[in-house]
C-alpha cells in the first residue's frame, strides 16, 4: 500500500501567540532569581535557552504583519 503522511498544525490565535511570550517570560524571570539559579544552574541554563526560543517565537507570531 502506500504510505500517507499526517501532518498537523498549532493554529494560535493572535492572542495565544501573545500568551505563549508572556508565559516564557514570566518563567524566564522566575528562574532568574539567584536562590532558584544557585541551586538549579543547569535547568536555568537549559530551561532559559528553550523559554528564550518560546519567548522570541511568540513575540515573532504575535506581532503583526
Known sequence: GKA???TQSIDLTDDQ????????LTILTLH?????RDLFYEMFY???IV???LY??????HWDK
Open 56 to 61: 522570541l517565537a511568540g513575540c515573532w507570531l
Open 17 to 24: 501567540q501573545g500568551w505563549v511570550a508572556v508565559g516564557a
Open 51 to 53: 523559554m528564550a526560543a
Open 4 to 6: 500517507t503522511q499526517h
Open 46 to 48: 537549559y530551561g532559559h
Open 32 to 36: 532568574s532569581v539567584r536562590p532558584i
